[in-house]
């Protein structure tokens, strides 16, 4: 049982390494690809279109808090349609949270029954319904004052498998046009994020760079407190705290040398060592290409958001100096992970530099960049 609990640990601590130093790459790839889905399915028109989806998801993708997530969603929301509501699922009941262009305290008192309803349905099956707002629910329509025949949409936000939330959105009042698909995409790519945004917690506390989210009882959470406990896995056995940055593998080093032994010895008394010797030859190549892989991570980062500067510094011949910050942010990040391994005399991070950023060019990094 020991060992079984010691290998769920060393996963885990993985698992919330690579998620760390992959999470500004993933959340680049999940906007990519809400883009890519909005191009068949939302044609752009004078009111919507691909630039005002990208500009709502990086919105949302920004939010660091399940809060502010849905905080996001919301004002995204308003881009393709005149008003938004957002409702909490949770012991068959959806709760009302926040809105946009409807009542938001009259809306936080009501809560609507799955079992009936266009809302009931979402709740149930996970799919989006177009229709009136009275399908929605009678109560909700007449409590807002909504016209029973406004054309709405209710779209469900799945997380982990499960319907967490329901986004009610119509034309409002003003005539603004609906853009049932461009929410739709709005509403999937909230719920990767915050799929992202729980793992990365669960992870965290499990390897102890952060604190365990303890909920108070129901009666006190908050509603979006309510989605990260509805999605949240049942909690495994309690794993033992790990440190933030978790050692790199150790570097077996080669035996001692045999003591002094007479002049003449038998030969397979010289060759004895060679099996941990072995060893550490593969031990040592693991660290190197495990070094290099997280030194092209590094840059790569830095490539992807400063594209306009690595270009200009390119120009200029000053990438380093474009660059300082973010070069040195992540050189010492490097460094504390393998300067200390048998790593450190690869020099990968300084190598992926100069192919990555000055394409292979070193006089593009500038006279003032140490190596």
Known sequence: MAVREEIDTLIQRA???VFEAHLPALRAEIARRVTEQLAPAAPVSNHTGI???????????????????????????????????LFVVR?????????RGLDEQVLKALHLSTDQGTIGRVAREAVTVMGCARDFDPGFVAAMGIPAEQESAALPLVVKDRVAAVMYADAGTNGAAMNPAALELLVRSTAMWLEVLTTRKASAATSGSAT???PGPAETMTPAEKIVEAVSPTPN???????????????????????????VQPASAAVAP??????SSAQKDEIHNKAKRFAKLLVDEIKLYNQEKVAQGRQNKNLYEALRDDIDKSRATYDKRYSTTAAATGDYFNKELIR??????????GSNYPG
Request: aromatic share 2%; hydrophobic share 45%.
């Open 91 to 99: 012991s068959g009941n959806a709760i009302g949270w926040q809105a």
């Open 356 to 365: 990555v950023l000055a394409d292979n060019d070193p006089s593009l990094l």
């Open 237 to 263: 056995p309690p794993m033992p705290v790990m440190s933030v940055e978790p050692p790199p593998p150790p570097v077996v080093e080669p035996p001692p040398p045999p003591p002094p032994a007479p002049v």
């Open 15 to 17: 698992l919330g390494d």
């Open 51 to 85: 630039p005002e989806i990208a500009t709502a998801v990086q919105a949302i993708q920004s939010a660091t808090t399940q809060t502010d997530v849905l905080v996001a969603l919301l004002n995204g929301a308003t881009r393709f349609a005149g008003r938004a509501a």
């Open 274 to 279: 060679a099996p941990p010797m072995v060893e």
């Open 212 to 214: 365990p989210h303890m």
